[in-house]
């Protein structure tokens, strides 16, 4: 059993439509990070969370530690939000990785 | 400031060779990680380094592999005699203050191809 799942694993979106990618870990953690792997490979981190909710411009990101869970909402989606988004709980000196969500928006 | 830069982007090596990858973090940032994304899959940690030292190669496999990170100059991921199997995309990250830091910033990776 991995100790991230990712849910869903591929997403289509019509432009402007709210997403929703659900993540959920098995392994006791202190934060959690969101990234974001565009085409081509560069990766940039776009949260790290250890409570509660945290905003950026059209992205939020929420986590329930008791219940092992993050959600990342993207809102009013673009062409430009296409990439795999990654979940990555953070325990001791490193990550562990859910597989991705592949998501791509339709203009 | 530049930021995390990995060098070579692409690197084809014939099986039995050796490779390095570098990785030099941004500045001021002494922290440094290696992860591994194989085909297919996703991310997978390998070693933690702060310079001049080992903190945690859980990730790393037993053989063949080792990373170091200076004093001075790039941290290093060297694969000795690759395989097949070791084609894959290494990323580096690094960031001031461990992974308690509020950003984790990302090298753009190397593309290994053993052949």
């Known amino acids: 059993k991995n100790e991230v799942e990712q849910s869903p694993q591929n997403l289509t979106a019509q432009e402007g439509e709210f997403i929703t990618i659900n993540c959920s870990y098995s392994?006791?953690?202190?934060?959690l990070h969101w990234l974001q792997q565009h085409p081509g490979g560069g990766i940039v981190s776009l949260f790290m969370?250890?409570?509660g909710k945290k905003k950026h411009g059209r992205l939020i990101a929420t986590i329930n530690i008791q219940e092992k869970h993050s959600s990342l909402h993207i809102t009013a989606s673009h062409p430009r939000d296409s990439a795999v988004y990654i979940c990555a709980p953070m325990g001791g000196n490193q990550f562990y990785f859910g597989t991705g969500t592949s998501l791509t928006v339709i203009p | 400031n530049a930021g995390v830069m990995q060098n070579p982007r692409h690197l084809v090596r014939r099986r039995g060779q050796e490779a390095r990858l570098r990785c030099s973090p941004m500045?001021?940032?002494?922290?440094v990680y290696w992860y591994r994304q194989l085909p297919e899959e996703g991310l997978k940690f390998m070693v933690y380094l702060q310079k001049e030292n080992i903190i945690d190669e859980s990730g790393m496999p037993k053989e063949r592999f080792s990373a170091e990170f200076p004093k001075e100059g790039p941290s290093i991921l060297r694969i000795q005699q690759v395989v097949r199997g070791d084609s894959a995309a290494y990323f580096c990250?690094?960031?001031?203050?461990?992974?308690?830091?509020?950003?984790?910033?990302f090298g753009s990776g190397t593309q290994l191809s053993v052949l």
């Open positions: 500045k001021g940032h002494s922290h």
């Open positions: 392994v006791g953690i202190s934060a």
């Open positions: 990250a690094s960031s001031p203050l461990g992974l308690a830091n509020e950003k984790l910033f």
């Open positions: 969370l250890s409570s």
